[in-house]
């Protein structure tokens, strides 16, 4: 069977298309290392066929799988993985501590995102949400080192996105398996001028401060490159890094425009974002119809505007 959803890249690296949303929007990516095999993200449940299909082409036995890494618990990322680890007899699930307990007992994700996107929708995104056996679950919190297959793997606690996302270090391709932390940078948006990225401020965690200090944290690492969960492996990380800050700072500024919108504060945080993320492509020299662009930008612009205004209500608060 022909794959056209991985991608291999250097250092037994391979990203693979999950298939949540459209082609090229989430990304799990497999790290392989003399014969041991780790997966970082997994999509959803549909998305394990595919995981499972990449391996069988690629040899690798699925009792070969020590890992599966998820960067945070949002269900594009973990939503599959209590019903991958059926099929991994020897894969341990690593999860930060405060989303740990999420997986195992997975009522509290569900309701959250039903709230989001109503049951029917919920249904058809993510499928089953398969509780995780405690026993096979590892907690990573701050700076932990695992080895695969002696390989280092060293995981950073990142908020900012969420609370419950760490990255991970890989020094043996000078790369970052950065999850959200590192912002969205689709390959259908790259130029001349390379990859365009933008933040995610995703409902419910969203917090700039935090987010400014994990990108730096990340950026301490002088990492090579970033392998992103939306979507793939992205170099020039400083250039990108810059980006990523003016852009946090600008959707923080227009939600504090919105703030005394009242009741169309949504739309306008929606038009607002549109307004500078369309701007920013076209300086980035993005030759897609401006069409086509609101069309890649939607679902994320939705999901933004409703994590900023989650955010403001938090703020107004404190
Ligand atoms: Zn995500």
Known sequence: MPQTYSQDLPHGITTIDTGYCRPGFDASHLLVEKGQAALVDVGTAFSVPRLLQVLETKGIAREAVRYVMV?????????????????????????????????????????GATAVYGEERFNALYGEIVPVAAERVITAPDNLELRL??????????????????????????????????????????????PFIFPTTTPVQFDPKALHASIERLLSFNPARMYLTHYGCVEIVPRLADE?????????????????????????????????????????????????????????????????????????ET
């Not at 933004?304 to 703020?315: H, R």
Request: proline residues 4%.
């Open 71 to 111: 960067t945070h618990v949002h269900l594009d990322h973990a939503g599959g993985a209590g019903s991958l680890l059926r099929y991994l007899p020897n894969a341990q699930l690593v999860a930060h501590p405060r989303g740990a307990p999420h997986l195992i007992d997975p009522a509290k994700l569900i309701a």
């Open 149 to 194: 297959n002696g390989r280092p793997l060293l995981f950073l606690d990142t908020p900012g996105h969420a609370r419950h996302h760490y990255c991970i270090y890989d020094a043996a391709s000078r790369g970052m398996f950065s999850g959200d932390t590192f912002g969205l940078s689709y390959r259908d948006f790259d130029s001349e001028k390379g």
């Open 244 to 316: 990523l800050h003016v852009m946090i700072d600008a959707f923080v500024g227009l939600a504090r425009e919105a703030a005394a919108e009242g009741e169309d504060r949504h739309a306008m945080l929606v038009a607002g974002l549109n307004r500078l993320l369309l701007s920013a492509l076209q300086a980035h020299d993005c030759g897609l119809p401006q069409a086509r662009m609101r069309e890649l930008l939607a679902v994320d612009v939705e999901l933004n505007a409703q994590g900023l205004e989650i955010w403001l209500n938090k703020s107004a």
